[in-house]
T-cell receptor, first 114, second 115 residues
Framework: AQKITQTQPGMFVQEKEAVTLDCTYD???????LFWYKQPSSGEMIFLIYQGSYDQQNATEGRYSLNFQKARKSANLVISASQLGDSAMYFC???????????FGTGTSLTVIP | DGGITQSPKYLFRKEGQNVTLSCEQN?????MYWYRQDPGQGLRLIYY???????QKGDIAEGYSVSREKKESFPLTVTSAQKNPTAFYLC??????????????FGPGTRLTVL
């Protein structure tokens, strides 16, 4: 069974500071992908970053980086130099090698304080 | 511009009526998905389709129906059998393949309210 867990319902961060959003996963697939999406109040889902299970290095995309610890089954999102526009819901998701189904966590609401 | 369109953005319906939500993509993606999102919650999969004329039930398919007659279109019908249809509905697509590294692309969503 595939499962994504996000244990932080809400987080606050000061503008220009870094913040880490937690994500743990469970899967029996030997190969899988981990994804982070941002959902602003308007509702659309914006793809941020992905990590392949066999990637040797942690993924980075601008101010976003993924702290991937395979042995711990964690894929935490790090946002550096937070901006007011980063205030949104953030979802961690996973897709295994078998099938085309994605599995989403319950999300973390991030609020950036000026 | 390639992308996914959903219409309408806001939809109101009376209890007991069926309603169809539109989803169209011009990304040439094989796989398409419908999710439901309730306030403060994550995404729950309703239906997904990997190829034309084929689709599979997700975790909460009861009270919903879909069709996939064309590659670019995947409409969702919310039937009167769906007990609590008020929610935000998101359509997504993905290019298929064995790689697990393809991300899903999402439409802007339709907010359905049952009066």
């Amino acid at each position: 069974a595939q499962k994504i867990t996000q244990t932080q319902p809400g987080m606050f961060v000061q503008e220009k500071e870094a913040v880490t959003l937690d994500c743990t996963y469970d899967t029996s697939d030997p190969s899988y992908g981990l994804f982070w999406y941002k959902q602003p109040s308007s509702g659309e889902m914006i793809f941020l970053i992905y990590q392949g299970s066999y990637d040797q290095q942690n993924a980075t995309e601008g101010r976003y980086s993924l702290n991937f610890q395979k042995a711990r089954k964690s894929a935490n999102l790090v946002i550096s130099a937070s901006q007011l526009g980063d205030s949104a819901m953030y979802f961690c998701a996973m897709r295994g090698l078998t099938g085309n189904q994605f599995y989403f966590g319950t999300g973390t609401s991030l609020t950036v304080i000026p | 511009d390639g992308g996914i369109t959903q219409s309408p953005k806001y939809l109101f319906r009376k209890e007991g009526q069926n309603v169809t939500l539109s989803c169209e993509q011009n990304l040439n993606h094989d796989a398409m998905y419908w999710y439901r999102q309730d306030p403060g919650q994550g995404l729950r999969l309703i239906y997904y389709s990997q190829i034309v004329n084929d689709f599979q039930k997700g975790d909460i398919a009861e009270g919903y129906s879909v069709s996939r007659e064309k590659k670019e279109s995947f409409p969702l019908t919310v039937t009167s059998a769906q007990k609590n249809p008020t929610a935000f509905y998101l359509c997504a697509s993905m290019s298929s393949g064995r790689s697990p590294y393809n991300e899903q692309f999402f439409g802007p969503g339709t907010r359905l309210t049952v009066l």
